[in-house]
């Protein structure tokens, strides 16, 4: 599976953004996907997950209510949205794909894994 992560920004604070991310294959449709970011200086964490049938979905504390994960395996693609930007929300942000029988929050468990988009928040 290869993973194309598109609709970074700059935003201003209180803004929204769209992140999409586009797989080739036929088999998207079985894989739980998730979005994690790496802001300057930090670690990569976790943003949130959906499973395969898009029923399940994580999200980290610090986007929860905020942001939104979706996916159309019709269209090969999972979405973020992300409202309510805040500075801290600055990161780029990777969607990755895993095989595994259910999504998780462990970065370790995602098997294939896209080139990041950067997302700029201003104050």
């Known amino acids: 599976v290869q993973l194309q992560a598109s609709g970074g920004g700059l935003v201003q604070a209180g803004g929204s953004l769209r992140l999409s991310c586009a797989a080739s294959?036929?088999?998207?449709?079985?894989?739980?996907m998730g979005w994690f970011r790496q802001a300057p200086g930090k670690e990569r964490e976790f943003v949130a997950s959906i499973s395969w049938t898009g029923v399940i979905t994580y999200y980290a504390d610090s986007v929860k209510g905020r942001f939104t994960i979706s996916r159309d395996n019709a269209k090969n693609t999972v979405y973020l949205q992300m409202n309510s930007l805040k500075p801290e929300d600055t990161a780029v942000y990777y969607c990755?794909?895993?095989?595994?029988?259910?999504?998780?929050?462990?970065?370790?468990?995602?098997?294939?894994w896209g080139q990041g988009t950067l997302v700029t928040v201003s104050s």
């Open positions: 294959g036929r088999t998207f449709s079985s894989y739980n």
């Open positions: 990755a794909a895993d095989g595994g029988p259910r999504a998780t929050k462990l970065a370790e468990t995602y098997d294939y």
